[in-house]
């Protein structure tokens, strides 16, 4: 065996080793990756009992506080589709209604989204990129901030 041989050998060895550690490393994080959807694409695509991320629109005239004082129900909405959530715990200040938050938590298959998280930001003019990118594509998007769009 020559030594251009040898060598060869041990670049293809090495990048095998390689690329069998980078598909260990996707193959691990796959299980910790955090996806995003819009109601329309949950929807179309349910992803049941994963951790996944659910942005829109908190939809007007569904937020219902329970006597308990930390649990509410509302919806989610990209104004074409929108989605149950329960959620426990302390909403942010500026949640309300027709506000966009993203909410982190998990689809069922009764069609109930539980949340362990609601976020916003601090500026009540706040639209999540994820949120106003799904208005945008969805033909929903009005630039006139009537949703809080301008500031991501």
Same mark, same amino acid.
């Given at each position: 065996?020559?030594?251009?041989?040898?060598?060869?050998?041990?670049?293809?060895?090495?990048?095998?080793?390689?690329?069998?550690?980078?598909?260990?490393?996707?193959?691990?994080? &796959?299980?910790?990756?955090? +996806? $995003? #959807?819009?109601?329309?694409?949950?929807?179309?695509?349910? %992803? *049941?009992?994963?951790?996944?991320?659910?942005?829109?629109?908190?939809?007007?005239?569904?937020?219902?506080?329970?006597?308990?004082?930390?649990?509410?129900?509302?919806?989610?909405?990209?104004?074409?589709?929108?989605?149950?959530?329960?959620?426990? &715990?302390?909403?942010?200040? +500026? $949640? #309300?209604?027709?506000?966009?938050?993203?909410?982190?938590? %998990? *689809?069922?298959?009764?069609?109930?989204?539980?949340?362990?998280?609601?976020?916003?930001?601090?500026?009540?003019?706040?639209?999540?990129?994820?949120?106003?990118?799904?208005?945008?594509?969805?033909?929903?998007?009005?630039?006139?901030?009537?949703? &809080?769009?301008?500031?991501?």
């Amino acid at each position: 065996m020559t030594r251009k041989t040898r060598r060869l050998y041990f670049v293809v060895a090495g990048l095998l080793l390689l690329g069998g550690a980078g598909a260990l490393v996707l193959t691990a994080l &796959g299980d910790y990756v955090t +996806l $995003f #959807r819009s109601p329309t694409e949950l929807l179309a695509e349910p %992803t *049941y009992e994963r951790e996944i991320q659910l942005g829109g629109l908190v939809e007007e005239d569904s937020v219902e506080r329970h006597e308990d004082g930390v649990s509410v129900v509302f919806r989610i909405t990209d104004l074409q589709e929108s989605v149950p959530v329960r959620y426990t &715990g302390i909403l942010p200040d +500026l $949640f #309300r209604e027709g506000q966009g938050v993203v909410t982190a938590g %998990t *689809y069922y298959p009764d069609g109930t989204f539980v949340a362990r998280e609601v976020l916003a930001k601090h500026d009540e003019t706040y639209m999540p990129r994820e949120v106003a990118d799904a208005l945008k594509a969805s033909g929903q998007w009005r630039p006139d901030g009537e949703h &809080g769009q301008e500031s991501y």
